[in-house]
């Protein structure tokens, strides 16, 4: 026998180097982020019926979100610039993927987070990477503003993703679809929370498309929860609630490019009630065995809700991206889950417990 394999991933930067912003050889930090499965949905017909449903599962990510994608870029870039020093507001994910990215760069990582309904798994990474964790009494939406407005005036570089780095590197999410499946999906769902990430991928999706490579373009389909749903609204929300936290975004940042996605794409930026994403969320983990958080369940919550509307039709090719992985937020998971049974240490008691 011999070893067969070779050249294995290499992060999406080495990959897909010729459809990104140039970067120099010694300035890229990588975890080998990307190439995170498509995972064909196989038992959800009585919701779905014969339409092909699949699922960019971006919980894959070394930190567990797809933050991760734009994190490489941005990091990389601000090396290659000579920065020391990166800063991001974040409702949990993005401090999460910039201390791991700035661990690894060598680099110092602040990270502003809300006092507050920031999920366990998402604060521990930023704390054990190193980050120097800011929580500031006030939500993300003031978080940013406070980020901006230090970044104006001192040498820290902005890894939000109104630095256009992160959208660089989040399109390559939209690559990945289309070399698993060989061309692009009819509708492809995500949840909307900043809208970087929609505006990510419809970049993406251009961007292949110009270059020939896919045929079609996919009718990007937004999902905001409804009491953070400021692009469905029209006009920011001040004191935006959900337990979808990644997505609890009163004034998103990339607000344009949402809007730009839908309309070009005849898509739709719409929402959700937590109930349905909730939902959703529990079908995916005893359903599907795929574990998300609950933000990242609003793209399927979406496509639930599209479907009962008749907008999705059996032949369709349906994508949801899953942002983020469901370990980053067990104080949901124990909240929308059964408790354990407590029984004594005996095989009868056990039994009949099992229902034997
Ligand atoms: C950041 C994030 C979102 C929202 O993405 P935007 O680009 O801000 O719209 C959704 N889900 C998860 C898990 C996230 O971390």
Redesign the pocket.
């Known amino acids: 026998m011999q070893l067969t394999r070779k050249g294995l991933w290499s992060g999406i930067i080495r990959e897909f180097r010729d459809f990104l912003p140039e970067i120099s050889e010694n300035a890229i930090t990588t975890l080998l982020e990307g190439n995170t499965p498509l995972v064909e949905v196989e038992n959800l017909k009585d919701i779905f019926g014969d339409l092909r449903l699949l699922l960019k599962y971006e919980g894959l990510n070394p930190t567990g979100?797809?933050?991760d994608r734009g994190m490489t870029m941005a990091v990389s870039k601000a090396r290659e610039e000579g920065a020391e020093a990166i800063i991001c507001a974040s409702?949990?994910?993005?401090s999460a993927a910039a201390a791991a990215y700035a661990a690894k760069a060598g680099m110092k990582a602040y990270v502003l987070v809300p006092d507050g309904g920031i999920a366990l798994g998402k604060l521990s990474q930023a704390m054990m990477h190193g980050a120097m964790v800011l929580q500031i009494k006030g939500n993300f939406d003031d978080a940013l503003n406070i980020v901006k407005a230090i970044t104006k005036d001192y040498p820290v570089k902005m890894v939000n993703?109104i630095n256009p780095y992160r959208i660089e590197g989040q399109k390559t999410g939209a690559f990945e679809v289309c070399e698993h499946l060989g061309y692009a999906p009819t509708y492809h769902f995500?949840?909307?929370?900043?809208?970087?990430?929609?505006t990510a991928y419809w970049k993406g999706y251009n961007q292949y498309y110009r270059e020939d490579i896919i045929s079609n373009l996919p009718k990007m389909m937004g999902f905001q929860a409804e009491g953070a749903a400021p692009i469905v609204l029209g006009h920011p929300v001040d004191d935006p609630h959900t337990l979808a936290t990644?997505?609890k975004?009163g004034n998103?940042a990339?607000w344009e490019g949402a809007l730009k996605a839908k309309s070009e794409s005849g898509g739709v930026i719409d929402m959700v009630s937590d109930e349905e994403i909730i939902e959703a969320y529990k079908l995916l983990a005893s359903r599907e065995g795929v574990f998300c958080?609950p933000?990242?369940a609003a793209s399927l919550a979406g496509a639930i809700k599209m479907k009962k509307e008749g907008v999705l039709i059996d032949g369709d090719t349906v994508v949801c991206t899953l942002?983020?992985h469901g370990l980053?937020d067990p104080d949901n998971a124990m909240n929308s889950s059964p408790k354990p049974v407590k029984v004594p240490a005996d095989v009868k008691k056990i039994l009949s417990v099992m229902g034997f």
Request: proline share 7%; charged share 10%; net charge positive.
């Open positions: 979100s797809f933050k409702t949990g994910n993005t993703s995500l949840p909307v929370g900043n809208a970087g990430n929609i990644a997505i975004i998103p990339s958080e933000a990242s942002t983020g980053k």
